[in-house]
């Protein structure tokens, strides 16, 4: 870029003022791109903008930094903020009333903030410089940002009609602590910018943190450059010492360090191995696909991101936590991984941090209460103590006993906050009393227990044993939750060890035994620490109790999943679709007991409730497993509840497009439920068949199967199942092209499913409504179905209807001309559906992707993308898709000079599309040979093909969508300059007149001639 002399005024070195100042750092917005289109009418731009810089600087009693004139950069120093931010208004005013002689306005990216700056040599130099540059490289084109300095500096005397408004804390690169920001306003300049683009937008899941940080300075000075320079770091340290919260600032620290995103996976609530890979693929977002593993799904969204992973609590599950970390690090070349865990994973490349004690006072070296009170550890209690207790204050009369304890327990995080938690019923005399007598009770000598972890067992030990024993009795028998848990679950499941659970666990939290967390929802959840969990668990072992309480955890679970079964297909769905996603450790917890115990009748039923709930959240091969486990499990025999978790297995099946399996499972429940007389679970049986049928083409079965179960389904009273049953019919009569029933039918759901206030039911109908509207033209009337449709299935997380949705929001988008929006909605229905493991929505999908790639003549893309939807369409037997592959990869080989091949494809085509038995379908496929026809030189054939496909789209009422007359009509208009105008319009007019019969002949004439020339 050229270089240019700084606006004039800049004062003598001796002028600038030093100490507390205030900066105003400008820069011109895509200059370069200025520069590029016209240097010339930059050069003189750029001269005007210096000019009218030093203008307005001098107005508000400014001086110009000569040292920092770097391209088009502006550094202004002021000694009052109010004349600094009147400056940087008269600026924007003035440059955006300017007119530039460039080919785009001049407009500036603009910082002001305050501090203590250096001067030397004629230029500033410090953190406030770093501060300001950093500030105004976050800020848009014409907008103005400012500091909290700023902000503060300015108070009262903000310049008229200014104002600001406070865009909340923002992360700056390179620097430790997020700022707040604010944004100037002014009824002359724009006011409405987009997001700022800093770090603070990173994506992440990192837990919001309730209490203070205390002490550690040095691992936070350390701990972030180990992580940025080192591709696996895993922070070492016993239970209790705080891993996962240094691990949660050391994370917080780097965000701006991976832009891509940085992601928590706890592992605490994994119990077996390979729910390590499963638990980091589910918080990254990842499902595996139909022809990939989850590994390589997991890969493939990681990719070249600079990414950040905390793999927290390793040390339950090593080995797999280790073999992941590897593997992954191997496949993504940018991914860091921060692990914590009780030992190091052993992994090449591995840095180890071991996470020391807390600083705590030497008993035997008294120190002056200043220092004592320094000591992290001390501080540490201090702060944990005036929690529990207000009144509590750390003074030169208890700082020795503090100290005491601190060093007692060794520096150890929790056993500090356990002790902390006394000092409402006990002094910190009595408490350092009572811990040194227990220390020498239960201290062990065991050879393969490390010391640190020796002095942590004895506080809890001490703590445990000073418990009530009801008290005893609910902390062990809590172990069993895995996850958390609410207080409903504990009053069913830890009642018979403690009539009063509400008391218990008050004093429990109270204790530091137990947290409890507000989260998100109406009632709050409680949780052990893992640390405290593992040591419950060993005393409810030690008590006799486990088969007891456990089977009380899975009788209050089971319930739970049955209730939600239905509330999941009612009015109340996403609440409760989010209470069992909250409860999913728990669930699968008593599954997984269930099944070990050959509980075969409990485990069937908790299986086959939570089917939708795998359904909905797109973990289809996880509920696939599961219920395939206790399907295995002898006994039940014949059962409603064998029958219905068959039911739930052939549904999960068919979802992912096996039908082969789908099938016999589904058949097998049907028999069942036949025998039983259950004519509701023959219906629900039954309708799910004809999904299979339906998706296999086979419309006249699938008719009949909803027929059969609408039938059913009204007679019980069924609101929910009728209004499914009416939208199946309604897809049946869609897929036949009776558009006019289909249409009819499907409003019967939605009106049905609107006065039920069923959202799933409403979004089916809507989709389908859309999509006539689209056969139909009607693009804009098909965009808003889609778009509320979209918007009921985001508020429920369902990623199989997000997946489809979509699909089509993008493929109306596409008919309306925005390609690269419908691109985007392609490609993101493609990622869902792949990780769903729908095999049939990623063949759609591709093939949507594979049109818009054909239409930018891409054509290497589209032939992969149209084969990749061919093969998954051939394997599952769905003919409409693997039609619409052959038809355009037909089109394509004949348009690139492969006239046989092309013929081929489009014969076989031709011959799908026959056997659906759908007008509109042939009708396409014949539009497609008419294209054919031209390119044979068969011109007259061509039109009438065109006249008749034409008059089967008006008897329809389905015109010609946009991306169909792109590459029609002007093969048309090749026949009609061929032909001439009058024989054109004959040949059309008799096409018109054909029967289907006649025009299918006409097209076996045409590709007669070369089906057999295809290429060898």
Request: hydrophobic share 45%; glycine share 8%; charged share 20%.
């Amino acid at each position: 870029m050229p270089s240019h002399r700084h606006p004039g005024g800049v004062p003598d070195m001796a002028d600038l003022p030093t100490g507390v100042v205030v900066l105003l750092m400008t820069d011109i917005a895509g200059s370069t791109r200025l520069w590029q289109a016209d240097p010339a009418l930059m050069s003189r731009a750029l001269k005007r903008h210096d000019a009218l810089m030093g203008e307005a600087v001098a107005r508000h009693g400014g001086a110009l930094v000569k040292a920092h004139a770097a391209g088009d950069s502006v550094l202004a120093v002021f000694t009052e903020a109010a004349a600094a931010i009147a400056a940087a208004v008269d600026i924007q005013d003035t440059l955006q009333r300017e007119r530039w002689p460039t080919s785009a306005p001049i407009r500036l990216r603009m910082a002001l903030h305050a501090g203590d700056a250096e001067l030397r040599d004629g230029d500033y130099f410090g953190p406030t410089v770093n501060r300001c540059a950093r500030l105004r490289g976050i800020a848009h084109p014409g907008q103005i940002l400012i500091s909290r300095a700023v902000q503060s500096l300015a108070g009262d005397r903000m310049p008229a009609e200014v104002r600001t408004r406070p865009l909340g804390k923002h992360w700056l690169r390179d620097l430790q602590q997020p700022e707040d920001i604010y944004q100037l306003l002014h009824p002359g300049l724009p006011a409405d910018f987009p997001p700022l683009a800093s770090p603070g937008a990173i994506p992440n899941n990192l837990p919001i943190q309730l209490t203070s940080f205390i002490g550690r300075d040095d691992d936070l000075e350390t701990l972030p450059s180990r992580v940025v320079g080192n591709r696996l770091v895993t922070l070492v340290g016993v239970g209790g010492s705080g891993k996962t919260r240094l691990g949660i600032e050391t994370a917080t620290a780097v965000l701006p360090d991976f832009a891509d995103g940085v992601w928590w996976v706890d592992l605490v609530p994994l119990e077996h191995p390979e729910q390590v890979l499963k638990e980091v693929a589910h918080v990254l977002g990842v499902r595996e696909g139909p022809n990939e593993a989850l590994f390589a799904a997991l890969v493939t969204a990681i990719g070249a991101d600079h990414k950040l992973v905390i793999l927290d609590n390793c040390e339950h599950l090593l080995q797999a936590s280790a073999a992941l970390a590897s593997e992954l690090l191997h496949a993504c070349p940018n991914l860091h991984i921060l692990a914590t865990s009780r030992e190091p994973l052993n992994v090449r490349g591995e840095v180890t941090y071991t996470l020391r004690p807390l600083t705590y006072p030497d008993p035997c070296e008294p120190l002056p209460f200043p220092t004592l009170a320094g000591t992290e550890a001390v501080r540490l209690f201090a702060d944990r103590a005036t929690v529990i207790r207000r009144t509590f204050a750390l003074t030169a009369g208890n700082a020795t006993a503090v100290a005491g304890i601190c060093a007692r327990l060794e520096g150890n995080p929790l056993a500090i906050e356990l002790a902390a938690a006394w000092v409402n019923v006990l002094t910190v005399e009595q408490i350092l009393a009572r811990l040194g007598a227990s220390f020498d009770l239960l201290r062990t000598d065991t050879l393969d227990v490390p010391e640190r972890h020796q002095s942590l067992r004895a506080v809890v030990d001490w703590s445990y044993a000073l418990l009530a024993p009801p008290l005893k009795r609910c902390f062990s028998a809590a172990a069993v939750f895995t996850g958390g848990w609410s207080l409903a679950a504990a009053e069913h499941v830890l009642a018979p060890a403690e009539g009063d659970v509400l008391s218990s666990l008050s004093a429990l939290v109270d204790k530091s035994l137990v947290v409890m967390d507000q989260g998100s929802g109406p009632e709050a959840r409680f949780r052990l620490l893992e640390t405290l969990r593992t040591y419950a668990w060993r005393y409810l072992e030690e008590s006799g109790t486990v088969g007891f309480v456990r089977q009380r955890h899975a009788e209050f679970f089971l319930a739970l999943a049955e209730m939600a079964e239905a509330k999941l297909t009612g009015s109340e769905q996403a609440e409760w679709l989010a209470q069992i996603q909250g409860e999913s450790g728990n669930l699968l917890g008593a599954l997984g007991w269930l099944r070990a115990s050959g509980d075969a009748a409990r485990g069937l039923r908790l299986a086959g409730s939570l089917w939708r709930w795998w359904y909905m959240q797109g973990q289809l091969s996880e509920g696939r497993a599961q219920l395939a486990a206790v399907l295995a499990l002898p006994g039940e025999e014949g059962t409603a509840i064998r029958a219905k978790a068959l039911h739930a297995a052939g549904t999960l099946a068919s979802l992912q497009g096996d039908y082969a399996e789908a099938r016999p499972l589904l058949e097998s429940a049907l028999a069942i439920r036949k025998a039983l007389g259950d004519e509701v679970g023959q219906s629900q049986t039954l309708t799910n068949l004809g999904n299979l049928a339906y998706e296999q083409d086979d419309y006249a079965t699938a008719r009949r199967c909803y027929e059969d179960s609408l039938r059913i389904f009204r007679a019980a009273g069924s609101a929910w199942n009728t209004a499914l049953a009416q939208f199946n019919l309604a897809s049946v009569a869609y897929a036949q092209c009776d558009l006019v029933t289909a249409e009819h039918q499907v409003s019967e759901s939605l009106a049905l499913s609107r006065r039920h206030a069923f959202d799933r039911p409403i979004v089916n109908s809507l989709v389908l409504l859309g999509i006539i509207a689209w056969e139909r033209g009607q693009f804009d009337t098909a965009r808003r179905n889609y778009e509320e449709a979209f918007a009921k299935l985001d508020a429920l997380d369902d990623a199989p209807g997000l997946a489809e949705a979509h699909r089509l929001l993008g493929s109306v988008l596409y008919e309306q001309g925005h390609v690269d929006e419908a691109l985007v909605h392609m490609e993101t229905s493609l990622k869902l559906e792949t990780q769903i493991g729908d095999r049939l929505g990623v063949a759609k999908a591709s093939d949507w992707i594979g049109r818009i790639a054909l239409g930018r003549s891409d054509i290497a893309t589209a032939r992969a993308r149209f084969r990749q939807s061919l093969d998954i369409a051939t394997a599952i037997g769905h003919k409409l898709i693997a039609s619409d592959a052959l038809e355009t990869l037909g089109r394509i080989a004949f348009q690139q000079g492969h006239v046989g091949d092309g013929a081929v494809m489009l014969a076989q085509s031709f011959e799908l599309r026959q056997s659906l038995q759908n007008p509109l379908r042939v009708a396409e496929s014949i539009e497609v040979f008419a294209v054919f026809a031209v390119y044979v030189d068969r011109h007259s054939d061509a039109c009438r093909l065109a006249g008749y496909a034409n008059a089967t789209r008006e008897a329809l009422g389905t015109p010609l969508p946009p991306s169909r007359a792109i590459w029609l009509i002007p093969a048309m208009q090749t026949a009609r300059d061929h032909l001439g105008d009058a024989e054109a319009r004959a040949a059309w007019e008799d096409g018109a007149r054909l029967s289907q019969h006649d025009a299918a002949n006409l097209v076996l004439s045409i590709t007669a001639d070369h089906v057999g020339t295809r290429r060898s």
